[in-house]
Structures are given as structure tokens and as C-alpha cells.
């Protein structure tokens, strides 16, 4: 008997786990809520108002790091020994040496040796390749009035091509944010003025972007569309303060949302109209 009872607990034991972890994932969530609503619910105006600042300055950051890539790009193709002056020759991989930085990350560093103007010459690659291996001969060349500084035509190939995509990706993602929060304020005004006010029910929080230990948060709520049978989810700019606690104090568990009538997955959670809801004048 003792056999078996140990062989269900067994069986049990890491539900029971999982179970325990859920409860301690969601009873975090409601002390970070209970904190939020707490730290601004004696502030009617903060509450509400619109923490975007902080994600207007990644999208800035985004681009100026696509920018840097590009002008890294830009130094590499411009400081590269000119076509006229290269002489082109083998050289032999001599070492590959792993080198770990400060951050923990590691990175090979490739030295290989070649003759030139009569003299041996040890010196550094500027890349790594996969296929790279201690005795494995590959094509370089050497500036003609400097024998120590050399490249290859594949190198540069590989670095620049690999800053310039990843220049693209930041600048891509930075701009593509800014005109969407320059669209944003636009978009709300002409569903204001053409778009369909429903009522949507209020779900709850979620965390937004963190800096430096704090953050705001944004609304989500749910619709059913009852002449399609289509459900709708909805989510708020990213405000200050967390109201769940001071709505549910306050019976309110609609939210206010501008859609689109034609298309409503294009909306706006209306949390000024949410204000005036909860902070009557």
C-alpha cells in the first residue's frame, strides 16, 4: 500500500508544482497592480495620462543606432585600401584565438601569414568564418605602400553588407515607430469624428515598457461583434497609472472604444472618455 500511495505522489507531484508556480505568477501580477494603483490613485491627472515618452525615445534610438551603423559602413568602404594599390596573394591561417570581452561574450580572432616585398609578415584578419581552420589558406591582399595592412575582398564584402542590413533593420523599425506615433494622435481625431463608440469589457493591465525600475501600462478589453459572431481584442495607448483597483471599487467594467465600422481591428481605447468615467466632475 505504502508502494502505491508513494507512486501517486509521485504522479502528483509536478502538478502540484506547476500549480504553485501559477499561483505565485499571478499573485506577483496583482501586488505589481495593487502597487501601480496605489502609487497613482490619489492623482486623477496622472492616472490617465499618456506614457509614450519613453517609447518616442527608443524609436529615436532605433534610428540613431541604424545611422551609426550605416556611417561604421561608410568608414570601412572609405579607409579600404584603393583597388590600384592592392596586390593580391595566399596567405596561411597561423592561429584562431578565442578571445572572451568584458561582457562574457566571446569572438575569434584570425592571424595569418604571408610574404610580401620580400619580408614575412604575421598579421590580424578582420573577420571569421565557420570554415576557418588553423593551416587553411585563403586570399588576401596588401596595401602596396603599406605590406602590413591587408584585406580581402570577401571581408569586405561580409562586414559591409552585414552593417549595412542590420543599418537598415534599426533605421526600418525607428522610422516605421515614429510615423506610427505621429499617425496616432491623426488616426484618434478621424475616429472621433467618423468612427462608431462601442463598449468594450475591461480585462485588466498589462506591464509596458520598463526603464530604470518603473513603467506605465496599457488597458486591455474584449468586444463580441454580435452581428458577425467575431471577437475583438483592444489595447490602450500606454498610460501612467493601473485604475483596475478604483474601477472595480467604482462598478465600472466597460471600457469606451472608437472603431472603425467598416474594419474595426483599426480602433482607439478612448481612456480620456475612461477619465471623465472614473473621475466625474
Not at 29 to 34: F, G, I, K, T
Not at 246 to 260: F, S, Y
Request: with cysteine.
Amino acid at each position: 500500500m505504502s508502494g502505491g500511495k508513494g507512486e501517486k505522489r509521485n504522479r502528483q507531484g509536478p502538478y502540484l508544482k506547476d500549480e504553485a508556480l501559477r499561483e505565485s505568477y499571478k499573485a506577483r501580477r496583482e501586488e505589481r497592480s495593487a502597487v501601480r494603483a496605489s502609487k497613482y490613485q490619489q492623482s486623477e491627472d496622472v492616472m490617465f495620462t499618456s506614457c509614450e515618452g519613453m517609447p518616442r525615445f527608443i524609436t529615436s534610438l532605433f534610428a540613431w543606432i541604424g545611422g551609426i551603423l550605416f556611417g561604421i559602413a561608410a568608414i570601412i568602404l572609405l579607409t579600404a585600401t584603393p583597388e590600384e594599390r592592392r596586390v593580391y596573394t595566399t596567405a596561411t591561417i597561423e592561429q584562431i584565438e578565442e578571445y572572451r570581452k568584458s561582457d562574457g561574450e566571446t569572438e575569434e580572432r584570425v592571424y595569418v601569414s604571408y610574404d610580401a616585398q620580400g619580408k614575412h609578415y604575421v598579421k590580424r584578419l578582420g573577420y571569421y568564418r565557420a570554415d576557418f581552420y588553423e593551416g587553411k589558406r585563403i586570399q588576401i591582399y596588401y596595401d602596396r605602400l603599406n605590406p602590413g595592412k591587408i584585406g580581402s575582398e570577401e571581408g569586405n564584402i561580409f562586414v559591409i553588407v552585414g552593417l549595412t542590413l542590420m543599418g537598415i533593420a534599426f533605421l526600418w523599425i525607428g522610422i516605421s515607430m515614429k510615423i506610427k506615433h505621429h499617425l496616432g494622435p491623426i488616426h484618434r481625431d478621424r475616429l472621433r469624428e467618423k468612427g462608431r463608440r462601442i463598449e468594450a469589457d475591461y480585462e485588466g493591465t498589462g506591464d509596458g515598457v520598463t526603464v530604470n525600475g518603473s513603467c506605465g501600462c496599457y488597458l486591455k478589453c474584449r468586444w463580441l461583434d454580435v452581428e458577425t459572431g467575431k471577437q475583438y481584442q483592444f489595447r490602450s495607448i500606454e498610460i501612467c497609472g493601473d485604475p483596475t483597483l478604483i474601477m472595480r471599487e467604482k462598478g465600472i467594467t466597460k471600457v469606451p472604444v472608437l472603431i472603425n465600422p467598416k474594419n474595426p481591428k483599426q480602433y482607439y481605447v478612448d481612456v480620456e472618455e475612461l477619465h471623465d468615467r472614473v473621475f466625474p466632475e
